[in-house]
């Protein structure tokens, strides 16, 4: 079983920063890809970033080079870091881990971008 916990979320203009962390608990002794996806309002869940566990990453294209991802495999904990946020990135965040041949999520941390 893994636990996940995001936080880091809130509001902010356009144009702001936010930074997302998750942290990973439970009894495994190391976690595959981990990352992030998003829902927005009436909107299906939409994969904004995944690392590997060998740190790998790829990026939504709607996000490339605003949004960063990284983790900490000593942590067990994946961040992500969003630049240049815009109104369109208004959603709930969730964070997942795969282990083996499942995958986890978290409960997701909401993100509100005003313009």
């Known amino acids: 079983q893994v636990q996940l916990v995001e936080s880091g979320g809130g509001s902010v203009q356009a144009g702001g920063s936010l930074r997302l962390s998750c942290a990973a608990s439970?009894?495994?002794?190391?976690?595959?890809?981990m990352g992030w996806y998003r829902q927005a309002p009436g909107k299906q869940r939409e994969l904004v970033a995944t690392?590997?566990?060998?740190?790998?990453?790829n990026y939504a294209d709607s996000v490339k080079g605003r949004f960063a991802i990284s983790r900490d495999n000593a942590k067990n904990t994946v961040a992500l870091q969003m630049n240049s946020l815009k109104p369109e990135d208004t959603a709930v965040y969730y964070c997942?881990?795969?282990?083996?041949?499942?995958?986890?999520w978290g409960k997701g941390t909401l993100v509100t971008v005003s313009s």
């Open positions: 439970g009894s495994f002794v190391s976690l595959n890809a």
């Open positions: 997942w881990a795969a282990l083996l041949y499942y995958i986890y």
């Open positions: 690392i590997t566990s060998g740190g790998s990453t």
